[in-house]
């Protein structure tokens, strides 16, 4: 087989390779964000039948449950070592919900070492 052969033989696989990659990785994007939205929907769902039986402690328990969730999703970007891949937009949702914690404490919860330690990641990056 001559080298150019071989080199045409490789390109080709690559660009083969590089299809495929892409094709599974959005499948497996489009599926999780699938699942994320369902979620979503589902506590959103809860929320409101909730507050629409009257049972605003029960909607409010369900949207702290949600926040958390949410804190602890975002925690991550938090940790990045360069101040430019940090969103600033980030730091502001983070600063807003510990300013509303403070207002309106929570019960202690299973899971609120991981929010207390996202509010620490905040404060490293004041």
């Known amino acids: ?14 660009i083969v390779g590089i299809v495929a990659g892409g094709w599974a990785v959005s499948r497996f994007h489009v599926r999780y964000a699938g699942y994320s939205t369902a ?12 507050l629409r039986g009257a049972n605003t402690t029960g909607a409010v328990e369900l949207l702290e449950i949600k926040l958390d969730g949410a804190l ?7 940790t990045e070592r360069s101040k430019l891949r940090r969103d600033p937009v980030y730091l502001k949702v983070f600063r807003s919900v510990k300013a509303y914690r403070k207002e309106f404490p929570r019960a202690s919860q299973d899971g ?3 929010v207390d330690r996202a509010f620490s990641l905040l404060d490293e990056n004041q």
């Open 1 to 14: 087989m001559k080298k150019s052969h071989a080199l045409l033989l490789i390109i080709g696989a690559l």
């Open 39 to 50: 979620s979503d929907a589902n506590m959103t769902l809860a929320s409101l039948k909730a």
């Open 72 to 78: 602890v999703s975002l925690a991550p970007f938090l």
């Open 112 to 114: 609120d070492d991981v």
